[in-house]
């Protein structure tokens, strides 16, 4: 037995090589997980006294600090620089964060203890999350008190921990966009180890931290995501939120869709009120690169309303409101037989109440077959009777 200089029993050996054992699978975790790490912390104990430090990353390099000493480091050199410190203590807890989970190692001269924890799932008690308003009677997939961090930093959540009433509308619109899509991305995950997730016009970007918040820290799986918008200022924006809330998984492109070219794999793309034909590019984009998965709100339909015409109905379509809303639909509707002639089943689904907007419709895609000759010759035959020339066509390669 060793003891330290204050009489404690100090780590042995075997204890030791199993430290290094658990240390070596974190460094296992961190080369898989490297997006999402957070940082490592650490301290240990001799008699009643505490050595704190930990390790942060830079780069492509850690941070080591203990004690008055920083050095850098690389993850191979973790458990043998943890190790090495822990001969002369009695007692180690290491607690290693990454987003959506904590691991914690407790060491002294008798064991080795590994737990894990879903640090979602730490909400102080004190803090009374359950008098944050009810907004909705609905179950939410983006919970207040879980993902506080997330809806304060878009936004959503207020310095009291509970949503401000000017955004308890936009609260239940992108919850309820992740609803919609929870399916497809179950699906697309039961397929892919990691998904990657394509935003045409991000805006701001609030859908993209939301699923990349749902993905990664709620479904605990591996995940990317690029944003694209032709606005420098909100691609700015966006980075910044990113770099806040330490979301490394994330790209962002000052781009117009109709040129952005993929460069990996993309599962899932999404589009939310992309203004008339730029839903087509983000819809012929997700065709034309093999996207299994689309799920466009589109808006501002205006390129079928100059466009079609049926005499069997001009007798109602005469009246102007009557004319739109039919462009409306028949916008919708062909875009959603020129995605079932492209191979994918598809549903039209209410987004949101159209109380709070005209433009609420979801149209959802998932690759199931090959180009479907028959759909396609239907949808050529309601093109010629309709007299339209639809953008959406133009863009895909056939």
Not at 57 to 64: F, G, Q, V, W, Y
Not at 147 to 154: C, F, G, Q, R
Not at 195 to 201: A, E, K, N, P, R
């Amino acid at each position: 037995m060793k003891f330290c200089n204050n009489g404690v029993q100090i780590m042995n050996k075997q204890v030791i090589n199993k430290l290094k054992l658990f240390l070596t699978g974190l460094e296992q975790r961190y080369r898989d997980n490297i997006d999402f790490f957070k940082k490592i912390s650490f301290k240990f104990k001799s008699g009643n006294k505490e050595f704190t430090g930990n390790i942060l990353a830079d780069k492509n390099t850690l941070n080591l600090k203990f004690n008055t000493d920083t050095q850098k480091i690389n993850i191979e050199q973790l458990s043998q620089k943890i190790s090495q410190y822990a001969k002369d203590y009695d007692n180690l807890e290491l607690t290693y964060e990454e987003r959506g989970s904590t691991i914690i190692i407790e060491a002294d001269h008798k064991n080795v203890k590994m737990k894990t924890k879903d640090a979602k799932k730490e909400i102080d008690m004190g803090k009374k999350h359950h008098d944050t308003p009810k907004v909705s009677n609905r179950d939410y997939y983006i919970k207040v008190g879980q993902a506080d961090e997330l809806l304060k930093e878009i936004g959503i959540l207020g310095a009291n921990n509970k949503v401000k009433n000017d955004m308890i509308r936009k609260y239940n619109q992108i919850d309820h966009f992740v609803e919609l899509i929870d399916d497809t991305i179950k699906a697309l995950l039961e397929k892919h180890e990691s998904i990657t997730v394509l935003d045409c016009g991000c805006g701001k970007s609030y859908l993209l931290f939301v699923l990349n918040y749902y993905i990664r820290e709620v479904l605990k799986k591996p995940c990317y995501f690029i944003g694209l918008d032709y606005s420098e200022s909100v691609i700015e924006a966006s980075k910044k939120t990113a770099s806040n809330l330490g979301y490394k998984n994330m790209e962002f492109k000052a781009i117009d869709i109709k040129n952005y070219k993929a460069k990996r794999n993309v599962h899932l793309l999404i589009s939310l009120h992309a203004c008339n034909t730029a839903t087509d590019e983000a819809i012929g984009l997700a065709v034309n690169n093999n996207v299994e998965a689309i799920a466009a709100v589109p808006c501002c339909q205006q390129e079928i309303l100059s466009q079609y015409s049926f005499k069997s109905f001009n007798s109602i379509i005469k009246h102007g409101v009557l004319k739109m809303r039919m462009a409306d639909v028949l916008t919708d509707g062909i875009r959603a037989v020129l995605l079932e002639a492209m191979g994918y089943k598809v549903s039209v689904v209410e987004y949101v109440s159209p109380v709070d907007t005209p433009k609420n419709l979801m149209i959802r895609g998932y690759k199931i077959q090959n180009k479907n000759n028959k759909i396609l010759e239907d949808y050529k035959n309601l093109k010629k009777m309709l007299n339209i020339e639809p953008t959406l066509e133009k863009l895909i390669l056939f």
